[in-house]
């Protein structure tokens, strides 16, 4: 959640307590670990297979070099964050049984988690559609919609794993659409959309993007350093190594976490109500 400075939230957007939400790690298999592929880059400083265990993930299913990912060459992990799946998919779908001692699990285990995920990550903005006061005349489709979410979660293995999730995320996706235009329709002087663009690299410090349509906007590395960002919609934009120091995130709908762990800031920068700022963000004024 926000640092404890920060001002409380007012602007009829306060979410609730994200509680299975979030990433439990203590009681997931190590399944971002061992199920999701990733390539040597930037972010990670080897190759692996979907599929096959990262080479430090220890054999209780924890990371044997947590405390030090970022300095190596790891900063993809620290970013990432499965939304309460992991916990889910070990503990409920598969019922506490894990993929090392039961090894029969783990093709179908690995397979499930992404879908999961996906879930979850639903979860998350049905329930920010919920908190949302300008978007009470949705509410009940968006309970609708979080019910069916659950439903879904509740499948079997091998249906979640068959599970083609697209229509459903687009029937979420239109809902959360139209709960962005009534959030943002009381702003003053609403700014045009945004949608998808390519604001790589853009300098934006200290610009007024209060209640701005940025969803799917590519903001890798943009300076929005002290930007005014309360309301602005930014469901999938990119925020990677974008520069938020001293910029005002408060209201800002369908923020995740992830977004926040890929962008860069500081202690001045104010958080949607629910989220926490990152732990390799700069103390002090900065970026």
Request: charged content about 25%; overall charge positive; some cysteine.
């Amino acid at each position: 959640m926000s640092g404890p400075a920060d001002p409380p939230k007012t602007d009829g957007t306060t979410r609730p307590p994200a509680g299975a939400l979030r990433g439990d790690c203590a009681d997931c298999f190590g399944l971002c670990c061992a199920a999701l592929p990733f390539a040597r880059s930037a972010e990670f400083a080897a190759d692996k297979p979907a599929g096959r265990a990262c080479g430090n993930l220890r054999t209780d299913f924890r990371c044997g070099i947590h405390s030090r990912l970022r300095e190596s060459g790891w900063t993809g992990c620290t970013v990432y964050d499965c939304f309460g799946a992991g916990q889910k998919v070990s503990q409920v779908t598969f019922g506490g049984r894990d993929w090392r001692a039961h090894p029969e699990t783990a093709p179908l285990m690995f397979a499930v988690f992404p879908v999961m995920r996906q879930l979850h990550e639903l979860l998350v903005h049905l329930t920010e559609v919920l908190a949302l006061k300008p978007a009470r005349s949705l509410h009940g489709e968006a309970r609708r919609l979080r019910d069916e979410t659950e439903r879904l979660t509740a499948l079997a293995p091998g249906e979640l794993a068959r599970l083609d999730v697209g229509p459903h995320r687009g029937e979420v996706g239109a809902l959360l659409l139209r709960a962005g235009e009534l959030a943002r329709a009381g702003t003053p002087g609403r700014k045009k959309n945004r949608r998808g663009a390519d604001l790589m690299g853009a300098r934006l410090k200290g610009a007024d993007l209060h209640g701005a349509g940025l969803r799917g906007a590519y903001l890798i590395a943009a300076d929005l350093r002290g930007a005014d960002l309360r309301r602005a919609d930014l469901l999938g934009a990119d925020l990677r190594d974008a520069r938020l120091g001293g910029a005002d995130l408060t209201g800002a709908l369908f923020v995740t976490q992830p977004q926040l762990n890929a962008a860069r800031g500081d202690a001045r920068t104010r958080l949607p109500e629910g989220l926490a700022r990152p732990a390799h963000w700069t103390p002090a004024a900065g970026d």
